[in-house]
């Protein structure tokens, strides 16, 4: 297996530009989750997904950001407008029991 | 040891010695723990889990243990190698209302001098 892919893995986009950040999970995981990762904050979850359908999204910071889950095999995280306070990696993950693999991340940059 | 919080503890071994690394997790309820190692650049990756129903557990070169008592756990790694360097992360299953988040703890770096 190919492990849970992201794209794109780098980023760097002006402040009021719309970012879209694409995650395909492990075949077979029912779960999908999508974090964000910075120096100050550490790891934060932002939602998660069971059966493509969002269950928790408290951690999403602000109306700017949105997430769909269209299909099992494909997520998306948009930011739109972006700012320069939501540069991070952001990370998808993927389960099906409790064990959660990661993908790589994408770095993005927020000038 | 590793806390939640902004810093990031450190901790440093000698190349062949054996790692401890600490973690003090939040909730009694949760049932399932996890370990992640984190090298530069690249995302989380699973080393080893554990239920609540064991208190040791082994992989290779690596084992955890739980103390439920005082809410602990540990990782240990076994002859530390130049490739262990990276940051260590545990995580619990019982701050939500699903036993699949997962919260994290901040992180311990490992080193491992030549």
Sequence with gaps: DAGVIQSPRHEVTEMGQEVTLRCK?????????WYRQTMMRGLELLIYFN?????????????RFSAKMPNASFSTLKIQPSEPRDS????????????????????LLVL | ??????????????????????CAYS??????????????????Q????IRSNMDKRQGQRV????????????????????????????????????????TFGSGTQLTVLP
Aim: hydrophobic share 30%; net charge negative.
């Design chain 2, 63 to 102: 084992t955890v243990l739980l103390n439920k008592t005082v809410k602990h756990l540990s990782l240990q790694i076994a002859a530390t190698q130049p490739g262990d360097s990276a940051v260590y992360f545990c995580a619990e299953n019982g701050d939500s209302g699903s036993a699949r988040q997962l």
């Design chain 1, 88 to 107: 991070a990696v952001y990370f998808c993950a993927s389960s099906e029991q409790e064990t959660q693999y990661f993908g790589p991340g994408t770095r």
């Design chain 2, 27 to 44: 909730n009694s309820a949760s049932d399932y723990f996890i370990w992640y190692k984190q090298e530069s650049g690249k995302g989380p």
């Design chain 1, 25 to 33: 999970p492990i075949s077979g995981h029912d779960y999908l989750f």
């Design chain 2, 1 to 22: 040891g590793e806390s939640v919080g902004l810093h990031l503890p450190t901790l440093s071994v000698q190349e062949g010695d054996n790692s401890i690394i600490n």
């Design chain 1, 51 to 63: 059966n493509n359908v969002p269950i928790d999204d408290s951690g999403m910071p602000e109306d």
């Design chain 2, 46 to 49: 699973f080393i080893i889990d």
